[in-house]
């Protein structure tokens, strides 16, 4: 019975370790989206952040009404892109503290699942150094008794 009980254990320890891999990979694609994330944000912010600069170079030496109308144009989609981007990054940080809940609750379960497993060992243990300290009793009282 111990012994099924402890193939039981290892079983689902080895489940539960393939679970906290997939997890990780998991985690890892998840870190990796939102680092890709956030360094296309930060180059259309550093654009946008260039693109003034170089407007303002342009309107100390004068613009016409149709470049200006054009600029405020671009820098109206140029926001947009910000605005969608940042709510990719939103998104994948949202995700990425989903998957390191869901690899926690994994790591919890593979825990739990080994100090099961050092119990049952430690239990089995302690049961045959009794069965074994019985015996070596049982043993010193019978050669006690034939003298």
């Known amino acids: ?18 679970e906290v891999d997939i997890a990780t990979e998991a985690l890892a694609k998840a870190m990796k989206n939102a680092s890709e ?5 930060d180059m259309l912010t550093q654009y946008r952040q ?5 407007l303002s170079k342009t309107l100390e030496s004068g613009m016409n ?9 671009f820098m ?10 940042k709510d990719v990054l939103v998104s994948a940080q949202y995700q990425v503290t989903v998957q390191k809940q869901l690899w926690q609750a994994c790591q919890r379960k ?26 070596s009793d049982e043993f010193a009282m019978r050669a006690s008794h034939k003298k």
């Open 1 to 18: 019975m111990a012994n099924i009980s402890k193939n039981v254990l290892k079983m689902l320890g080895e489940t539960a370790g393939k």
């Open 76 to 85: 109206a989609k140029l926001d947009q892109a910000l605005s969608g981007q």
């Open 110 to 135: 593979k825990l739990s699942y080994e100090v099961l497993t050092t119990r049952s060992d430690k239990k089995m243990h302690q049961a045959a150094n009794k069965k074994a300290q019985k015996e």
């Open 37 to 41: 994330a956030q360094s296309k944000y």
């Open 65 to 73: 009404a149709e470049a200006h109308q054009n600029f405020h144009h």
């Open 50 to 54: 260039d693109y003034l600069a170089n």
